[in-house]
């Protein structure tokens, strides 16, 4: 069987474009012209498809290497009919898109001499040949000031997209051509008003409207050996745009934004993603951050070394889990804690004196498991705490299940089992479920579904020390209970500063959803059941 080395076709003058995407893996039986991989310019996005029917026997580009004309990129074992060991992969009869339209500017005399500016018609550029393509998209808005080779439209062919860039700094005096019509070579597209004195020195001044500026493609050495530019398949990410419909302009954006193309819902023909799609979905993704899913942990590549010794140890999974979530709730919710202090006296007296007696064999009853039932009983008060923000913070979703989620620290990091239905427990359950969840925890043996679904959470480091602390609200809960360490304190009773069980607390609160007083009326709430647990029975 013969062996074939798929090479870089001819870039049509391009030096050096960059592989954004590879489109096959080792061993995939590929038609001809199936796409093998995605070379992108800083203006164009090519295909580079299969010269023939065969199997991906090596790849032998990764995505970000640049690369020429004439680059192996793949070798296939073909069934093609090419004896040559070597196949530029355009070499084919079907002919396309000779690269992007580059612009070639000219210096426009102003008309009076005086450095004013000057009105300049910009034509359809030489597209190689196809005619009648269509006018998918206006990148700029009339009045819109723009610099030289910014995208002023998007053209598409049925196998191609090109931007048609302004020639030179100035403003968008008015277009021609709406989306949908068709154009050929020489069509008045737009009309620019050149700032003065910007041009390039490339020519010299020649007689304005009819051959002003006229935009050029770059010309390609041959339009048949020129990169087949099929449906443009770049990628923000690296394989899974594949099939996304966009211009050059829109997936350049979408770079810059870091906006995932194959997550954006197209609007424009044929299921072609628009900027508006691009800005709809960002402005969607701000407003929802919980649909956004976890953010980037950026960390620092700075070489520490050069100021003493390092080591440099992996984080496991769920460090790494853990980081993601609380840059992104930490960045995306605004929080605010409320502190206040819960006089748990009477209540300590009675969990290690008279409770005793009253426990199963085994069970240990902290004052967790009561600083839980007050939360449920207080989540019941206050419901817009047992809540979560709904699409675009156009509702407030109150759940009226109350599902108590307790930090607890292992070995390997921090997790969050959940105890379900927390208001229809009894204390002494509540401390049996949550001491059995944290065993698990620290034993790895917690089922994923333990930590799903929590309305609020505990993080208690009662049990370490500690005066107060700042619990970071994770989304979609919109309130989270800090725990320190209950310490005696003189506390005055209008009479006297009597010796007092005090138990700090730290309510941090999402506060587009709960205002700073209901913050201090549910942590007060808090600590009055804390202080009488009578109040509990109520
Ligand atoms: N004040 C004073 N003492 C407290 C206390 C408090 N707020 N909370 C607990 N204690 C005491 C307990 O009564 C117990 O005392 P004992 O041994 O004399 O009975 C001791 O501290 C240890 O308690 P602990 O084992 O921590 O049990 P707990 O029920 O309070 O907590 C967990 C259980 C799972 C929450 C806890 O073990 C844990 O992992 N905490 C860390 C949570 C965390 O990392 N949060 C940070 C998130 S950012």
Same mark, same amino acid.
């Given at each position: 069987?013969?062996?074939?080395?798929?090479?870089?076709?001819?870039?049509?003058?391009?030096?050096?474009?960059?592989?954004?995407?590879?489109?096959?893996?080792?061993?995939?039986?590929?038609?001809?012209?199936?796409?093998?991989?995605?070379?992108?310019?800083?203006?164009?996005?090519?295909?580079?498809?299969?010269?023939?029917?065969?199997?991906?026997?090596?790849?032998?580009?990764?995505?970000?290497?640049?690369?020429?004309?004439?680059?192996?990129?793949?070798?296939?074992?073909?069934?093609?009919?090419? /004896?040559?060991?070597?196949v530029e992969a355009s070499a084919q009869e079907t002919v396309e898109e000779k690269a992007e339209p580059v612009i070639q500017t000219q210096e426009v005399a102003p008309s009076n001499g005086s450095g004013e500016s000057q009105e300049i018609?910009?034509?359809?550029?030489?597209?190689?040949?196809?005619?009648?393509?269509?006018?998918?998209?206006?990148?700029?808005?009339?009045?819109?000031?723009?610099?030289?080779?910014?995208?002023?439209?998007?053209?598409?062919?049925?196998?191609?997209?090109?931007?048609?860039?302004?020639?030179?700094?100035?403003?968008?005096?008015?277009?021609?051509?709406?989306?949908?019509?068709?154009?050929?070579?020489?069509?008045?597209?737009?009309?620019?008003?050149?700032?003065?004195?910007?041009?390039?020195?490339?020519?010299?001044?020649?007689?304005?409207?009819?051959?002003?500026?006229?935009?050029?493609?770059?010309?390609?050495? /041959?339009?048949?050996?020129?990169?087949?530019?099929?449906?443009?398949?770049?990628?923000?990410?690296?394989?899974?745009?594949?099939?996304?419909?966009?211009?050059?302009?829109? *997936?350049?954006?979408?770079? @810059?934004?870091?906006?995932?193309?194959?997550?954006?819902?197209?609007?424009?023909?044929?299921?072609?993603?628009?900027? @508006?799609?691009?800005?709809?979905?960002?402005?969607?993704?701000?407003?929802?951050?919980?649909?956004? =899913?976890?953010?980037?942990?950026?960390?620092?590549? @700075?070489?520490?070394?050069?100021?003493?010794?390092? @080591?440099?140890?992996?984080?496991?999974?769920?460090?790494?889990?853990?980081?993601?979530?609380?840059?992104?709730?930490?960045?995306?919710?605004?929080?605010?804690?409320?502190?206040?202090?819960?006089?748990?006296?009477?209540?300590?007296?009675? *969990?290690?004196?008279?409770?005793? /007696?009253?426990?199963?064999?085994?069970?240990?009853?902290?004052?967790?498991?009561?600083?839980?039932?007050?939360?449920?009983?207080?989540?019941?008060?206050?419901?817009?705490?047992?809540?979560?923000?709904?699409?675009?913070?156009?509702?407030?979703?109150?759940?009226?299940?109350?599902?108590?989620?307790?930090?607890?620290?292992?070995?390997?990091?921090?997790?969050?089992p959940v105890v379900k239905d927390a208001d229809q427990k009894g204390v002494i359950e509540l401390a049996k479920g949550s001491a059995e969840l944290a065993a698990k925890a620290r034993d790895k043996k917690l089922p994923m579904d333990a930590?799903? =679904?929590g309305t609020f959470t505990i993080s208690s480091l009662g049990g370490i020390g500690g005066t107060s602390f700042t619990p970071i609200v994770t989304a979609p809960q919109v309130a989270i209970l800090g725990v320190s360490k209950a310490q005696?304190?003189?506390?005055?009773?209008?009479?006297?500063?009597?010796?007092?069980?005090?138990?700090?607390?730290?309510? /941090?609160?999402?506060?587009?959803?709960?205002?700073?007083?209901?913050?201090?009326?549910?942590?007060?709430?808090?600590?009055?059941?804390?202080?009488?647990? *009578?109040?509990?029975?109520?």
């Open positions: 069987m013969a062996q074939t080395q798929v090479t870089v076709p001819d870039l049509g003058g391009i030096d050096e474009v960059e592989v954004i995407e590879i489109s096959v893996a080792q061993g995939d039986a590929v038609n001809e012209e199936d796409t093998i991989l995605v070379l992108e310019s800083d203006k164009a996005t090519m295909e580079v498809p299969a010269p023939n029917a065969g199997t991906i026997s090596d790849i032998l580009v990764k995505v970000g290497d640049t690369v020429s004309s004439g680059t192996p990129v793949v070798m296939m074992d073909g069934a093609g009919d090419s /004896s040559s060991s070597v018609p910009v034509h359809v550029p030489d597209l190689g040949g196809v005619d009648n393509v269509e006018v998918i998209e206006l990148a700029a808005k009339e009045g819109e000031e723009l610099a030289a080779e910014d995208s002023l439209l998007v053209l598409e062919s049925d196998k191609a997209t090109m931007e048609v860039p302004i020639p030179q700094d100035g403003k968008l005096v008015s277009f021609h051509v709406k989306v949908g019509d068709t154009v050929s070579q020489g069509d008045l597209v737009a009309t620019i008003l050149a700032s003065s004195g910007a041009a390039s020195t490339e020519n010299k001044p020649t007689e304005v409207p009819a051959q002003a500026p006229a935009p050029q493609t770059v010309p390609a050495k /041959s339009a048949a050996s020129a990169p087949i530019a099929k449906e443009p398949v770049t990628s923000v990410t690296t394989t899974s745009n594949k099939g996304v419909h966009a211009g050059p302009a829109v *997936r350049k954006l979408a770079r @810059e934004l870091g906006v995932p193309l194959d997550q954006v819902s197209s609007t424009g023909p044929r299921g072609r993603i628009l900027k @508006e799609d691009l800005q709809a979905f960002v402005k969607q993704r701000v407003n929802n951050p919980v649909a956004a =899913g976890p953010a980037q942990v950026v960390g620092s590549d @700075e070489d520490f070394s050069r100021f003493g010794p390092t @080591e440099s140890v992996p984080l496991n999974k769920i460090k790494q889990v853990t980081a993601k979530n609380m840059v992104q709730s930490w960045s995306t919710i605004p929080q605010v804690t409320q502190f206040d202090e819960a006089d748990i006296t009477e209540l300590e007296t009675y *969990r290690k004196g008279a409770m005793q /007696s009253q426990l199963p064999d085994g069970v240990k009853v902290s004052p967790l498991a009561f600083i839980m039932k007050a939360c449920a009983m207080a989540l019941k008060a206050f419901p817009q705490f047992n809540a979560s923000l709904g699409p675009q913070g156009q509702t407030l979703i109150q759940k009226q299940y109350y599902n108590i989620g307790v930090a607890v620290d292992t070995p390997d990091g921090l997790l969050v930590m799903a =679904g005696m304190k003189p506390v005055w009773n209008g009479k006297e500063f009597e010796p007092r069980l005090m138990l700090p607390l730290s309510m /941090s609160y999402d506060h587009r959803v709960i205002d700073g007083a209901e913050a201090a009326r549910f942590t007060r709430y808090l600590c009055e059941l804390l202080t009488d647990t *009578r109040n509990m029975l109520l």
